[in-house]
């Protein structure tokens, strides 16, 4: 798995829409990358890891200004702390409609991330705001 997460023409990329979510959860995949692969087993370097996770998928699915900080992009940026970043174990929780249950997975280490120039989560706790919008890539024609 390393070596292709490290491959130059490999992208990161997994999900299935919440498809499987009482069978699996890949939600924790991104803090996997950044905590095991970056830091533990120093596969590449933290920027390329989170330009993997950021930019260069922004890049892929055409979602202009996003994935960067820069002048003029969108605000939408995790702070983390590398050194505690770490997934709990996941637990089955029955919180969607009719009860469904679906595997959860908590993570340590991200100290905020902030929507829209607004915070939205704080030391994994949710804000109680939804500045999040629908983002559709420049091709999306409806």
């Known amino acids: 798995a390393?070596?292709?997460?490290?491959h130059p023409r490999s992208t990161i990329g997994l999900g299935d829409s919440g498809a499987?979510?009482?069978?699996?959860?890949?939600a924790g995949f991104a803090t996997f990358l950044l905590a095991y692969w970056a830091r533990h087993r120093k596969l590449m370097p933290l920027e390329r890891a989170i330009y993997k996770l950021t930019a260069e998928l922004a890049d892929l699915w055409g979602l202009r200004g996003r994935g960067v900080l820069r002048a003029g992009a969108y605000a939408d940026t995790n702070v983390i702390d590398h050194e505690r970043l770490d997934l709990l174990l996941p637990e089955v929780r029955h919180d969607l409609p009719a009860g469904a249950p679906h595997f959860h997975q908590g993570a340590v280490g991200h100290t905020a991330t902030i929507v829209n120039g607004k915070v939205l989560m704080r030391d994994g706790v949710h804000t109680g705001g939804y500045p999040g919008v629908v983002l559709r890539n420049e091709r999306y024609a409806g």
Request: zero cysteines.
């Open 2 to 6: 390393g070596q292709m997460l490290g």
């Open 20 to 26: 499987h979510t009482s069978q699996t959860s890949d």
